[in-house]
């Protein structure tokens, strides 16, 4: 049984619609990648996973697989709740380096004079406000209340870069925190460094050699 010249035109109809929706949709799509494709990085919420964070997974001047992500970090304590928190209000220095098992040379821009200059280095914690905070991907500035002063961090993948900005009336001063210092201490106290097969040599790298 042949099929009726009717049902050919109607198959024929609806392929011609299908085909014409087709070639709409594609030339919508090439339409809106062309538009959106230099905004794309807007997308990105560089804050994600700020409120309760570990050390390596926010790094807002960083660049994808970059080998450097710099961030402020607010707390300090430890792999977990460490880095940048959102709710903390404190700057306690800027790292380098925020990876799995990895930090890095943080440091601390301070304004130095005759009042402080005794305790500058060892009190140098700086309260900051998110009003005058600024984070994009690769990108983060703050404004440290203590000083006066403007950080500002980006990163190309290989190489890191602060920017701090002194007012011009103050003595500038930039405190390194030696955290390798700590980590050394936690070791030490727990006696890592014991040898436990030599009864004989029980001293400890406090003391002597083993």
């Known amino acids: 049984m042949r099929p009726s010249k009717v049902l050919v035109t109607r198959i024929l109809m609806g392929l011609l619609v299908l085909w014409s929706a087709a070639s709409c949709c594609k030339k919508h799509l090439r339409q809106s990648a062309t538009t959106n494709s230099s905004n794309l990085v807007d997308l990105v919420y560089p804050q994600l996973d700020t409120d309760n964070s570990r050390w390596f997974l926010f790094s807002s001047a960083s660049r994808?697989?970059?080998?450097?992500?710099?961030?402020?970090?607010?707390?300090?304590?430890?792999?977990?709740?460490?880095?940048?928190?959102?709710?903390?209000?404190?700057?306690?220095?800027?790292?380098?380096?925020?990876?799995?098992?990895?930090?890095?040379?943080s440091v601390?821009?301070?304004?130095?004079?005759?009042?402080?200059?005794?305790?500058?280095?060892?009190?140098?914690?700086?309260?900051?406000?998110?009003?005058?905070?600024?984070?994009?991907?690769?990108?983060?500035?703050?404004?440290?209340?203590?000083?006066?002063?403007?950080?500002?961090?980006?990163?190309?993948?290989?190489?890191?870069?602060?920017?701090?900005?002194?007012?011009?009336?103050?003595?500038p001063g930039m405190n390194t925190i030696p955290r390798w210092e700590a980590a050394l201490n936690i070791i030490l106290k727990k006696d890592l460094f014991r040898t436990p097969f030599r009864k004989e040599n029980s001293e400890d790298i406090r003391t002597g050699p083993v």
């Open 64 to 105: 994808p697989f970059g080998m450097v992500n710099l961030s402020p970090d607010t707390q300090i304590g430890g792999a977990w709740g460490s880095g940048y928190r959102y709710q903390t209000d404190t700057v306690k220095g800027f790292s380098h380096i925020h990876g799995s098992q990895i930090s890095g040379l």
């Open 108 to 171: 601390m821009p301070v304004t130095v004079s005759r009042a402080n200059k005794d305790a500058v280095f060892t009190d140098f914690y700086s309260e900051f406000s998110h009003e005058t905070e600024r984070i994009s991907p690769g990108y983060h500035l703050v404004v440290l209340k203590k000083y006066g002063i403007t950080a500002e961090l980006t990163s190309t993948k290989r190489v890191g870069l602060h920017k701090y900005t002194f007012p011009a009336n103050k003595k």
